[in-house]
């Protein structure tokens, strides 16, 4: 996958709502984990001092499609290098936000989700925002697409999947 070296394809407009380093530019690095199977992308965030990546995963189904787990910010490049992916091997299915109060995700499951409006969004159990409890729709989570993880994950439409054998 080819990386861009186009500051403006780093570009993330709405990061003042998680006013976080390096604020409006975030560039995306893709690696492949696991070939044809697994791949990361990070990016980096950070506050004051402190600069961590932040990880999304994007998974194979055997079914076809893909799998993302824990988005980060829809960038041009980001959504170029999934893209990349989706042609190789089919839409991205699931949007998984796996935890409830990972604001660093969290801020970034509905962009992403416009992004890939085929995919249907899963998210953790029990959301909450601060300081106000809104419903998900408010922040940005497409309402006809967007459903809590069954606790039972053996009900969830991925429970069948294999990633390694």
């Known amino acids: 996958m080819q990386l861009s070296t186009h500051p403006k394809d780093w570009s993330w407009h709405f990061w003042p709502a998680v006013p976080l380093y390096p604020y409006g530019r975030r560039r995306t690095i893709c690696a492949e984990i696991v070939k044809d199977t697994i791949w990361t992308f990070d990016q980096l965030h950070g506050i004051l001092y402190t600069v961590v990546p ?4 994007v998974v194979k189904l055997a079914a076809g499609g893909l799998l993302v787990y824990a988005p980060v910010a829809p960038t ?7 893209n990349e992916l989706v042609t190789k091997h089919g839409d991205v299915k699931y949007i998984i936000l796996p ?8 801020v970034f499951v509905g962009p992403f989700a416009r992004c890939f409006p085929q995919a249907q969004v ?9 300081p106000v409890n809104l419903p998900l729709s408010w922040l940005g989570f497409p309402q006809k697409r967007t ?3 069954p606790e039972d ?7 069948d999947e294999q990633v390694l054998s």
Do not use: D, N
């Open 147 to 149: 459903q809590v993880l």
């Open 153 to 159: 994950s053996s009900q969830s439409p991925f429970a």
């Open 76 to 82: 041009v490049e980001c959504v170029r290098l999934v």
């Open 122 to 130: 899963f998210v953790a159990p029990h959301q909450w925002s601060f």
């Open 54 to 57: 932040i990880r999304m995963t």
């Open 99 to 106: 935890t409830s109060s990972g604001l660093e995700h969290k």
